[in-house]
């Protein structure tokens, strides 16, 4: 896979809860090409190089899925913004609250979808499991937002 298929690859896996960008991945692949874990195959049109994965890769992916997860780490820029809310000018938080919910709402219909779609197609269980994270993650948001003051 190239870089920009690895991207969506891993947004079909991962997203909502781990996020993956071009630049993290094209700036990954050649430390993982020298360290054996993938091998660079031919150029392809404009330029885009593919990678392959090695059986050294295989074992460190395999070895990697043994280890402890460790703490949950969460990094949302609206909870951060709420956070500071006595400092936001008036209506700024009700502002950021409406944004977020039209926004949450939103994903909220497309974790839906995406595991409707997952299901109909008799998906991973696994792949729906994670999928179905995404509505739960929604939903607890929506309810969050419920809370916030906003006056």
């Not at 969460?74 to 926004?103: C, E, M, W, Y």
């Not at 997952?118 to 929506?142: H, M, N, P, W």
Request: avoid cysteine; proline fraction near 5%.
């Amino acid at each position: 896979m190239t870089g920009g298929e690895l991207v969506a690859a891993a947004k079909e896996r991962m997203d909502p809860f781990w996020s993956v960008t071009r630049s993290q991945v094209y700036r990954e692949l050649p430390g993982l090409a020298e360290a054996g874990y993938v091998r660079p195959g031919k150029l392809g049109p404009r330029a885009a190089q593919p990678y392959a994965i090695t059986a050294a890769g295989k074992r460190a992916f395999r070895n990697w899925l043994t280890e402890a997860a460790g703490a949950d780490h969460s990094r949302n820029p609206l909870v951060l913004r709420i956070g500071f809310g006595a400092h936001h000018a008036p209506g700024a938080v009700k502002q950021l609250v409406d944004d977020a919910r039209t926004r949450h709402q939103e994903a909220l219909a497309a974790s839906r979808a995406r595991v409707a779609q997952l299901k109909k197609e008799g998906g991973d269980s696994f792949l729906v499991a994670t999928a179905e994270f995404g509505i739960a993650y929604e939903r607890a948001l929506l309810r969050w937002l419920d809370t916030v003051p906003t006056g």
